[in-house]
């Protein structure tokens, strides 16, 4: 079955500093990876996904993520924080059957 | 282009009620998933539609029920409402049958409350 676990559930940054927000997967074979971030009281935004293309993705407001099978991990990075990016982001794989499983969420915290 | 709309935005019922929660996708897009998030057990897969037919559904009791429409608009019914239902029920669209390789849009979700 596949899964994710993110490593952290709260990340504190400061403004102008680099993100990094780490994600472990597990899957039997090649899977498909997205990263989402959810602004409070709003739904899912899709930051990122990943889908066996490049290993290096880029997305959306300059945040991206490296796909690493032999760690079987899929971190998402940012060079510069912003205080707009403070939100929850969720780490998700596609089981394969047309439904996601989610981690537990990163709740990240922009300091001024 | 119109997104993933969720009505309503909040609802508050009673224990024992049934509720209607209604998501119309983004024109064109045929597969419809239904999520509930709650604090403590996150974000859980409920179902997922493509062309009206249920493709695939999450560990849920059978008091949660969904269906599709002709024209892709699904609605999701939760029936003899527990406490526990109380959570933001998510929808996401997606373009083709295998969403994966086109990506899920989400709505802002429905916040159901139950007391």
């Known amino acids: 079955a596949q899964s994710v676990t993110q490593l952290d559930s709260h990340v504190s940054v400061s403004e102008g500093t680099p993100v990094l927000l780490r994600c472990n997967y597990s899957?039997?074979?090649?899977?498909?990876l997205f990263w989402y971030v959810q602004h409070p009281n709003k739904g899912l935004q899709l930051l990122l996904k990943?889908?066996?293309?490049?290993?290096l993705v880029k997305g959306i407001n300059g945040f991206e993520a490296e796909f690493k099978k032999s760690e079987t991990s899929f971190h998402l990075t940012k060079p510069s924080a912003h205080m707009s990016d403070a939100a929850e982001y969720f780490c998700?794989?596609?089981?394969?059957?047309?439904?996601?499983?989610f981690g537990s969420g990163t709740r990240l915290q922009v300091q001024p | 282009k119109a997104g993933v709309t969720q009505t309503p935005r909040y609802l508050i019922k009673t224990r024992g009620q049934q509720v209607t929660l209604s998501c119309s996708p983004i024109?064109?897009?045929?597969?419809v998933s239904w999520y509930q998030q709650t604090p403590g057990q996150g974000l859980q897969f409920l179902f997922e539609?493509?062309?009206?037919?249920?493709?695939n559904k999450g560990n849920f009791p059978g008091r949660f029920s969904g269906r599709q429409f002709s024209n892709s608009r699904s609605e999701m019914n939760v029936s003899t409402l527990e406490l526990g239902d109380s959570a933001l029920y998510l929808c996401?669209?997606?373009?083709?049958?295998?969403?994966?390789?086109?990506?899920?849009?989400f709505g802002s979700g429905t916040r159901l409350t139950v007391v």
């Open positions: 996401a669209s997606s373009l083709g049958s295998r969403g994966d390789a086109y990506g899920y849009t």
């Open positions: 899957s039997s074979y090649s899977p498909s």
């Open positions: 990943y889908t066996s293309a490049a290993t």
């Open positions: 998700v794989v596609d089981t394969g059957r047309r439904a996601l499983t």
């Open positions: 024109s064109g897009h045929r597969s």
């Open positions: 539609y493509f062309s009206e037919t249920q493709r």
